[in-house]
């Protein structure tokens, strides 16, 4: 198993959009870590030229992430969303697509990597063999104990466990805004309650910026910590400039479906303020129909109306070398469980 083998228990998430490069990967892997490509929102050629620039910049094995396709909504359930948007914004047109889940599916099993993740949803047992067939592992984003056992049960080799304090988008398998009453658990619980469920490795994600939280989950159990936020102000990083600025400040974040119609976790701005509590499910939909708002947003530096994607632990970042923030990391968090022993 790949993760067995890595000398840093450390995962870079894989985070799509921009702020995942090839050079972010590679880094993370020469200081002994895994780094993960983001195959979302790109053309599956877009994919592939991402994996040829990463094995152009790396020998180590890396990981591509892959969102798993969801329902299609129905445009009456967000038609008075879009009304209330545009009295203010330039909007896209919403529409519906896979995020071409088979072919980049077809061009993994065709020119294998090492690991392949997903969120949003689990690949069904057929494609998780195809992918077994060729040498990759496959791990499965999930939130929640019932998603584990899908997930298990679909022949993943490692859970990604995703904690409520995680940056970006919720990895749920639905997103079920009638559920929304119900706290999502943080990720100490969710190793916890995993590790009832499983004895293959968990990859914990959420919230993890210091090696003391990378110690805490290691303690728990997790096989790895996947961080994501820690490494948007690294300068191998592609994180567009309005992003991160914003990252490192004490602005809380929150989770909110106002810019994607889908629950994910940024910074809290004016846009968030204002249309989290209207806005509906429906992704990639909203995503689409915001996309123009949010470009314009960028150029302008107008951080009000971007989405600043970041876990709860986000003013904990540092702007440094994903290498030395990789190093610094490992050699904290065994400090912090010698000392946890040694009291
Ligand atoms: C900017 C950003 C983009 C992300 N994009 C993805 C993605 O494409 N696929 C994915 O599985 N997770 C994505 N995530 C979630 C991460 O995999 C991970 O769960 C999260 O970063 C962990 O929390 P942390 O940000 O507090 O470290 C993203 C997170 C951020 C902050």
């Known amino acids: 198993m790949v993760i067995e083998s890595l000398r840093v228990p450390i995962v870079a998430a894989p985070m799509a959009g921009g702020p995942t490069t090839p050079e972010l990967v590679a880094a993370v892997s020469a200081a002994g870590g895994f780094g993960q490509l983001a195959a979302g929102y790109l053309a599956a050629d877009a994919m592939a030229a991402q994996i040829a620039a990463t094995r152009a910049a790396t ?3 890396f990981g591509m992430n892959l969102f798993a396709p969801g329902p ?6 967000y038609a008075a969303y ?7 914004h330039p909007l896209g047109t919403p529409r519906h697509d896979t995020d071409a889940w088979a072919d980049k599916l077809d061009l993994l099993v065709a020119d294998p990597i090492a690991v392949v993740s997903t969120t949003f949803g689990c690949p069904t047992a057929v494609e998780v063999d195809r992918l077994h067939a060729v040498g990759t592992e496959v791990w499965v984003t999930v939130t929640s104990p019932a998603e584990a056992l899908i997930a298990l049960d679909a ?3 490692a859970l990604i466990a995703q904690g409520a304090e995680a940056g970006g988008h919720r990895a749920s398998f639905l997103d079920d805004p009638a559920e929304d009453i119900v706290d999502p658990p943080g990720l100490l619980t969710l190793i ?3 590790s009832a469920v499983t004895a293959r490795p968990i990859i914990a994600a959420g919230g993890i910026a210091t090696g003391a939280g990378l110690a805490a989950v290691l303690a728990a159990g997790a096989a790895a910590g996947q961080l994501g936020t820690v490494f948007l102000r690294c300068p191998e990083a592609g994180t ?4 991160r600025a914003a990252i490192g400040s004490t602005e809380p974040t929150m989770l909110t479906r106002a810019f994607t119609g889908r629950r994910a976790r940024g910074i809290r701005n004016s846009f968030l ?4 509590a209207t806005a509906p499910a429906a992704y990639p939909e909203i995503h689409y129909a915001t996309a123009p708002l949010r470009a314009a947003a960028r150029a302008a530096g107008n951080s009000d109306d971007v989405n600043l994607w970041a876990g709860q ?11 030395e923030l990789v190093a610094e990391l490992a050699a904290d968090a065994k400090n912090a469980l010698r000392k946890a022993l040694s009291e």
């Open 273 to 276: 303020e204002a249309h989290t």
């Open 72 to 77: 299609v909504a129905e445009p009456a359930d």
């Open 240 to 243: 567009n400039a309005v992003h």
């Open 155 to 157: 022949g993943a080799d």
């Open 192 to 194: 916890q309650l995993l």
């Open 82 to 88: 879009l009304a209330e948007l545009g009295v203010d």
């Open 59 to 61: 020998t180590a094995p």
């Open 313 to 323: 632990a986000h003013s904990l970042t540092r702007e440094q070398s994903a290498g």
